[in-house]
């Protein structure tokens, strides 16, 4: 049976007795030259620990135990973690649970995560991840097309989840995946999203970086000091104060500041005791 093919996986499916769940994001990719190019973005090699997340029928899965040393697959569905365990090699090991409360640090270090996630649930993902005490060294993901281009963005274009990103890592599109490689379609194209994890980008606490960064763009139609202004509580005169601190045009808005910007930013905040 070749789970690549439409009829292929409707046929496991009834056999199963289950229908793919739309809340769930069971949309189940039937391109084979896609789902290499997830696996290969990645570089899995025989030494590797790759974290499958939804491994659905396991269509990737069993590609992936050929080349990575071992495979955790986390499905959250029930029936088919129980499929994926039956003769399943030595090097799988299936946990039925909610990805999100995975314990990563049970991972070893420098494992590799390699999936086709739900749409739905991609922000608290990469959260998840990149803010783990025990991040991946790389992520190779299928997510919706547009969230991947907001991730890729240049300064000009940034949001809170591109800095969130970058701040950790190196994002780039690998592949763009059309709806029609998916069953059920989904309404949207997607993309596979290479992220390789390089630590931060400068030394900062998270939380007081990431509340400056959230103030920033509370207000994404105002100049930085006004939106700094209200998200932080203090007068834009203040505001301004910070701004100029860090050399930042008193006119800039926060979609338009680059990394190294929003480190000066931060260091004036700091230095202010605003964050």
């Not at 783990?132 to 547009?146: A, G, R, T």
């Not at 999203?193 to 007081?208: I, S, Y």
Request: glycine share 6%; aromatic share 6%; with cysteine.
């Amino acid at each position: 049976m070749d789970l690549s093919r439409v009829e292929d996986v409707r046929t496991a499916l009834k056999l199963a007795g289950i229908r793919p769940n739309k809340q769930l994001g069971q949309h189940f990719l039937v391109d084979h030259d896609s789902l290499i190019a997830i696996m290969e973005a990645a570089e899995p090699a025989a030494g590797d620990t790759v974290l499958e997340i939804g491994p659905g029928l396991g269509v990737m899965t069993r590609p992936l135990l050929a080349a990575a040393g071992r495979v955790i697959a986390v499905e959250t569905d029930a029936v088919l973690a129980d499929l994926l365990r039956r003769n399943a090699p030595s090097n799988l090991e299936v946990v039925q649970q909610d990805i999100m409360r995975y314990n990563l640090t049970d991972l070893p270090a420098g494992y590799k995560v390699i999936a086709n996630i739900p749409y739905y649930l991609t922000s608290k993902i990469f959260r998840l991840l990149i803010e783990s005490p025990n991040p991946p060294s790389v992520m190779s993901l299928l997510i919706q097309k547009e969230v991947a281009e907001r991730i890729v963005a240049v300064p000009g274009r940034l949001s809170v989840l591109a800095l969130s990103v970058q701040y950790y890592g190196r994002p780039e599109i690998v592949r763009v995946v059309e709806r029609h490689k998916f069953w059920p379609a989904p309404e949207v194209d997607s993309a596979v999203l290479k992220v390789t994890l390089t630590g931060p980008a400068f030394p900062a606490e998270p939380a007081r970086l990431f509340r400056l960064v959230k103030a920033g763009f509370g207000e994404k139609r105002k100049q930085l000091k006004n939106a700094l202004a209200g998200g932080l509580n203090c007068s834009v005169d203040c505001a301004a104060e910070v701004l100029a601190a860090a050399a930042i045009p008193l006119t800039a808005r926060a979609q338009e500041l680059s990394l190294g910007e929003w480190e000066l930013l931060y260091r004036a905040a700091v230095d202010r005791e605003l964050v």
